[in-house]
């Protein structure tokens, strides 16, 4: 049974044990190049002065971590299917923002990996889909 659900970006298909995610609309990260252009702008001002050096350094070392601790985010927590068996799921979260526009349900895989869905509260397709995902679990717990 084909079960389709819309989300933020475009929508989710359970069917066969299976889950798509279809992105129809594709955004870009722009908080992350805008805080990338600041720290690189930041960095052009204050090594006109040579006086301010060890400052510049101390910048660059706190924006290399930030940048590293991203990259192991988005390389090893975070994943890129877009196609998974439902039984790859071993437990979700659910977080509404604070103000009440858009859910986000976080599926964690049996690798511990993470696949963020963002639903909005006024389609009402969280709730089909949590029990869709909820019965699929239900099932490959009591088949073990």
């Given at each position: 049974m084909k079960q389709e659900f819309i989300t933020t970006q475009g929508k989710v298909i359970i069917e066969d044990g299976i889950?798509?995610?279809k992105k129809?609309?594709?955004?870009?990260?722009?908080?992350?190049?805008?805080?990338?252009?600041g720290i690189f702008y930041a960095v052009y001002l204050l090594g006109s002065d040579p006086k301010?050096?060890?400052?510049?350094?101390?910048?660059l070392g706190i924006t290399g971590f930030v940048f590293l601790v991203y990259l192991f985010e988005l390389f090893f927590l975070k994943t890129w299917k877009n196609k998974f068996p439902v039984e790859q799921i071993k437990s979700y979260r659910v977080s509404r923002d604070h103000i009440g526009l858009e859910t986000r349900v976080t599926l964690v895989l049996k690798s511990n990996r993470q696949k963020e869905i963002v639903f909005r509260n006024h389609e009402h397709q969280l709730d089909g889909f949590l029990?869709?995902?909820?019965?699929?679990i239900t099932q490959t717990q009591f088949a073990h």
């Open positions: 889950i798509r995610v129809l609309i594709h955004r870009s990260n722009s908080e992350f190049n805008y805080y990338i252009f301010i050096l060890p400052l510049v350094y101390i910048l029990e869709a995902v909820t019965q699929y």
